[in-house]
């Protein structure tokens, strides 16, 4: 029985790669592909890109994207998101309040903004970006009813 087994072996056609050997090339080229031009928005997404500081605002986005092995040896052991964001806080120190108010100022209020962009800001809760009219507003429905004041319709 066994000899009749070996004979059976012996006859049968050599096996072939099937993922070689089915025309799958073109599919896997295609993915080489994919991978390469996606690990590179990745990397960026991540702020690894060349000649590029990491700052507070920058790690706390990669902590929320569960991303604290990138962030070095400081960040070993961090797990937990919020975590992360508290040693982003030690580690690159928050831009002041003076450069914070400044930057707001500098985009506010938007030059040719009109009532609807207005009100589709206040809907994303961008309500700082929106001038020191805005200041203090925290719900989109007051927000909206000062962009009809602000900005008529």
């Known amino acids: 029985a066994q000899a009749n087994l070996a004979q059976a072996v012996s006859r049968q056609a050599p096996i072939r790669d099937p993922i070689l050997h089915t025309g799958m090339q073109p599919f896997h080229v295609a993915l080489a592909l994919f991978v390469l031009a996606t690990s590179a928005s990745v990397a960026e997404s991540f702020g690894l ?36 964001c508290s040693k ?3 580690v690159y120190k928050p831009a002041s309040a003076l450069v914070q108010m400044h930057a707001m100022e500098l985009a506010s209020p938007q030059p040719g903004i009109d009532n609807k962009t207005c009100k589709g800001t206040c809907q994303r809760f961008g309500m700082s970006s929106l001038g020191p009219d805005f200041k203090g507003i925290t719900h989109p429905t007051d927000c909206c009813a000062k962009c009809d004041e602000v900005y008529k319709a």
């Open 49 to 84: 890109r060349a000649g590029w500081t990491m700052e507070n605002k920058q790690c706390k986005v990669t902590c929320q994207r569960f991303g604290m092995k990138s962030l070095g040896p400081n960040f070993s052991g961090i797990s937990d998101p919020t975590a992360c």
């Open 88 to 90: 982003c806080d030690a």
